[in-house]
């Protein structure tokens, strides 16, 4: 089935990185999973709010700069943070990172390229699998204050 970013995942798109934004409407045609564009840029005001939270962990985040989104599961007509459909976007966001040669990096995964993981995975069904073990890698050989982030993605520049 094909999807096609709504009017509020466009405004979140406003001020958003060039690269990312190509990345992320390239997903949207290859997506198995319906997204929302949840969050784009944000302002300080936004930030301090999420860090008080417990949303976000730093004031440094690449949202400030328009170099981030949140992209969260469309179902049943409302946002749902629901990982089975969260490694589906992923995927998704992977196929399109890969083929439009920008760097991205995910939010389960900090120390590495999303362009990067589970090479040789072509299979979008095997793909959201394979990005799901390297998220529980990730946890293994970095135990700490990170937590994923499923959501989020930025661009490397």
């Known amino acids: 089935m094909a999807y096609a970013l709504g009017a509020a995942s466009r405004r979140e798109l406003v ?3 060039p690269d990312l934004v190509r990345v ?3 997903a949207i045609e290859v997506t198995r999973c319906d997204f929302a564009v949840h969050d784009g840029i944000r302002t300080i005001e936004e930030q301090r709010r ?4 417990g949303f976000s962990k730093t004031m440094k985040s690449k949202h400030l700069e328009g170099r981030a989104v949140d992209l969260v ?9 629901w ?3 969260i490694y589906q976007i992923a995927a998704a966001m992977h196929q399109a990172a890969q ?3 920008v760097p991205i990096r995910w939010g389960v995964v900090w120390d590495r390229r999303l362009n990067d993981l589970a090479p040789g995975v072509d ?4 793909l959201a699998d394979a990005l799901r073990r390297e998220g529980l890698a990730y946890n293994a050989r970095h135990p700490g204050p990170d937590f994923p982030d499923g959501p989020h993605y930025e661009v490397i520049v």
């Not at 999420?50 to 939270?53: K, R």
């Not at 299979?123 to 095997?126: F, N, Q, S, V």
Request: aromatic share 14%.
């Open 50 to 53: 999420f860090v008080a939270q």
């Open 24 to 26: 992320v409407e390239r």
């Open 15 to 17: 001020g958003v990185h």
């Open 123 to 126: 299979d979008p069904d095997l």
């Open 83 to 85: 990982w089975p459909q």
């Open 73 to 81: 599961p469309w179902i049943e007509g409302k946002p749902r943070w």
């Open 99 to 101: 083929e439009l040669n």
